[in-house]
DNA sequence: CGTTTGATGTTACCAACGTCAACATTGTTG
DNA sequence: CAACAATGTTGACGTTGGTAACATCAAACG
């Protein structure tokens, strides 16, 4: 006994477009599609979203605030703070390998005006802000500190070359093992290296 | 006068697709207005690519080739090793800068089936192997030495991320002087660290 | 309790795109 | 010169993002 309105569609073409997303991929990600998936006529989702940019904006926004949260879990459940920088690295990469197509999403340039969205650039860059309050701790200084935020565009940098290099495939793996390379390893090096 | 054949249709597609790239970004760049840009009819790039991912995958292997050559031109203009590696990494950085829509595709998820192009990933491969057979250069080991590659992949990972901070408008500015941070200074941090 | 109104969903339509099949034209080669 | 392969054109199909006009419902208000 369908009715006529659907009650929470925005959040269902949301759900689904996560769905599609990590299913198919984002080429398969049409408006039409969602709609025809959720049973919903094909214009349906502009009630709700003024164009199909503005449904990536809040699936990336999401994204973000997913990434931060298990930053932020993941090194809450650490030992120490040395600890808890590597682990927030490795759950940077993690979130990555197991949202591959939403990552790229959020990056990548499927997204257009993102100046328009105020609020996706706040979500993203409390991913960095939850970085950057870890070296802060380890630094022990002012968050105003001129050499704070340079560590952490460095320690970012880091983090997201590994990531975009284990995505392509870039052959990132030990030639001998086979294994891929170790980002705890190279991060602990950076560590090591702070006054 | 135009002759019904056009004589070397293939490139002059390619540097259209340059063109149009660098000026209305990827979303505009379709077979179509390629076609009447160079003003032939719609279906005529069928005659050179097999599909529109191949026209990409043409253009992203010719960047490839093109930023390779950049790394190696700027590197070799080096009175020494150090200064090399560090320009290296400046020279990469420009390129993804003076060519952001190439760069973008080069590396973004608008190729598909990168799989099936082998010679794509030849050129790809071959701008790491610049970086590679420098930080050979630099620790003095045999190219099958096995932190060679570790150092390689770690180094390509700093100058990719610090890329990616920079196109992605990341607050990579130093907030008390505005001025972009200095990639420069990080990789000299990273050699000071090399046995 | 009936009406009005704004939110939500539908139908019909448009232009642009990637792609294919069938046909036209040309340079080359036997 | 004739046949052929390469190249370019025409016309069409299906899909997509998007707009405009209309339909339906729920809640506010008299």
Redesign the pocket.
Known sequence: MA?????N??ETLLAQARKQLAEDGID??????L?RAVG?????P???F????ALLIALATSGFAELRQSLKTRAEACPDLDAALVEVGLAYVDFAKAHTALYKLMFGPALTQKDSYPQLHVSAESCLEELKALIQLKLNVPESDETLWYITINAAALIKGHTSMILEGNDNCNPATGEEFDLARALRIFLSMLP
């Open positions: 009715s006529y309105h659907h009650g569609l925005r398969k990600l049409s408006l039409r599609a709609a919903v006529s094909q214009t349906a502009y009630r709700h003024p164009d199909k940019n």
